[in-house]
């Protein structure tokens, strides 16, 4: 088993920056990859980004591309998903998941999630 707890959404402005954080405990050693999802108020739960445990590779949604910077800390077993020039439609929860097997394409763990609402 995997947890992982979310910490640092909150309020910004337009144009401005978060970073959010994740960590993970339990059986860290089996994550495969790991990633970050988004549900807006009315809307479904969208992909954001992807890091690959080994190898760091990573992969971003063309809505945060540029914008956005997924990075990992192995020895701290957390994932960081720094937030730049943010928008309103970026207002949305955000969670964080891990994934334990190369043979599959969804995700095992999911975390509580954590609120960023962007003011314009």
């Known amino acids: 088993q995997v947890q992982t707890v979310e910490s640092g959404g909150g309020l910004v402005q337009a144009g401005g920056s978060l970073r959010l954080s994740c960590a993970a405990s339990?059986?860290?050693?089996?994550?495969?990859?790991m990633g970050w999802f988004r549900q807006a108020p009315g809307k479904e739960r969208e992909w954001v980004s992807t890091?690959?445990?080994?190898?760091?590779?990573?992969y971003y949604a063309d809505s945060v591309k540029g914008r956005f910077t997924i990075s990992r800390d192995n020895a701290k077993n957390t994932v960081y998903l720094q937030m730049n020039s943010l928008k309103p439609e970026d207002t949305a929860v955000y969670y964080c998941?891990?994934?334990?097997?190369?043979?599959?394409?969804?995700?095992?763990?999911w975390g509580q999630g954590t609120q960023v609402t962007v003011s314009s």
């Open positions: 998941a891990a994934c334990t097997s190369s043979e599959r394409a969804g995700w095992d763990y």
């Open positions: 339990g059986r860290t050693v089996s994550i495969y990859r």
């Open positions: 890091i690959f445990w080994s190898g760091g590779s990573s």
